[in-house]
Nanobody, 122 residues
Framework: QVQLVESGGGLVQAGGSLSLSCAASARTISTSHMAWFRQAPGKEREFVAATSWSTKVTTYADSVKGRFTISRDNAKNTVYLQMNSLKPEDTAVYYC???????????????WGQGTQVTVSS
């Protein structure tokens, strides 16, 4: 069982930045693909970004490409999401996850964190 704990969410004005962290309880994430998803009120959970276990490959949803950066520190069992130029439509609960395979579907998620709220005011 892998436990994922997100932190760093909060309230920010449009155009601002936030940095999310996801600390994992097990070293197994060093060989796991990791991803961030988000879920806004009344909407389905959607893919945001993913990083391969080797850290050499990343992928992003079109809606965040160029604004968000996913990274990881395997030595610290931690994954990060740097969010810049935030927009009100980025408001959502952000979830960290480990993936069973490389991709953008929530169907391949092995473990979820509890989520952290990000609110962007206009």
């Amino acid at each position: 069982q892998v436990q994922l704990v997100e932190s760093g969410g909060g309230l920010v004005q449009a155009g601002g930045s936030l940095s999310l962290s996801c600390a994992a309880s097990a070293r197994t994430i060093s060989t796991s693909h990791m991803a961030w998803f988000r879920q806004a009120p009344g909407k389905e959970r959607e893919f945001v970004a993913a990083t391969s276990w080797s850290t050499k490959v990343t992928t992003y949803a079109d809606s965040v490409k160029g604004r968000f950066t996913i990274s990881r520190d395997n030595a610290k069992n931690t994954v990060y999401l740097q969010m810049n130029s935030l927009k009100p439509e980025d408001t959502a609960v952000y979830y960290c996850s480990t993936l069973r395979a490389w991709g953008q579907s929530s169907a391949i998620v092995a473990y979820w964190g509890q989520g952290t709220q990000v609110t962007v005011s206009s």
